[in-house]
């Protein structure tokens, strides 16, 4: 959907290693979002980008940075993963006022 | 801030049946988006429908349509005919009208919706 890659798809890691989640569009968007969806929870954003180099935090940011040097690459890094960190993350990109796109989602566990 | 409300939990009604799921939000703001995005077991998120606040006329995708009631701040989204393949958790999302960013955006909790065949 609209050009929307996340790697890995799934990811099983131990508790306090670093984990880095990559997602690439080829839509050229100016806006990429990185969110987790928990059951009970919907999705919550945890940081956005507005550009390169560009980012802010979002809702849940404590224990996560992003990166992005390239329009189409945005990068989610848990530094040290914890097990309240399993989640789905999804990676979504949005062009000028239009809906969301997203990516096909990463699971994660953390053990 | 916006708010999202999805006050529904979980639906289940027969195949080709028809299902409301509802959804109120709150905002000060009179120009936005609301939209409707379908997560089905396969986790990918779809979008269904789009509603910006200005147009009276609801919006209508095949068998979807919603009933935007803009006074009332509610955003229901209708599906007729209900077929095994609407089977997913649907999202109400709200989108201000400058567009993204992180206060630009909401999502409601999501309503489990199961067709029983």
């Known amino acids: 959907d609209a050009g929307i890659t996340q790697s890995p798809r799934h990811k099983v890691t131990e508790t306090g290693t670093p984990v880095t989640l990559r997602c690439h569009q080829t839509e050229n968007h100016r806006y990429m979002y990185w969110y987790r969806q928990d059951p009970g929870h919907g999705l919550r954003l945890i940081h956005y980008?507005?550009?390169?180099?560009?980012?802010d935090k979002g809702e849940v940011s404590d224990g996560y940075s992003v990166s992005r040097s390239k329009t189409e690459d945005f990068l989610l890094t848990l530094e040290s993963a914890t097990s309240s960190q399993t989640s789905v993350y999804f990676c979504a990109t949005q062009g000028a006022n239009s809906p969301l796109h997203f990516g096909n989602g990463t699971r994660l566990t953390v053990t | 801030a916006q708010t999202v409300t999805q006050s529904q939990p979980e639906m289940s009604v027969q195949e080709a049946e028809t299902v409301t799921l509802s959804c109120t939000y709150d905002?000060?703001?009179?120009?936005?988006?609301l939209f409707w995005y379908k997560q089905p077991p396969s986790r990918q998120m779809i979008l269904v429908i789009r509603q910006e606040a200005y147009k009276q006329q609801n919006a209508t995708e095949n068998r979807f349509s919603v009933n935007f009631q803009k006074a009332a701040k509610s955003f229901s989204l209708k599906i007729s005919d209900s077929q095994l393949g609407d089977t997913a958790m649907y999202f109400c999302a709200f989108m201000m009208w400058s567009g993204g960013g992180a206060d630009g955006l909401t999502f409601g909790k999501g309503t489990h919706l199961i067709i029983q065949p």
């Open positions: 980008s507005y550009g390169v180099k560009d980012t």
């Open positions: 905002t000060s703001e009179n120009n936005y988006y």
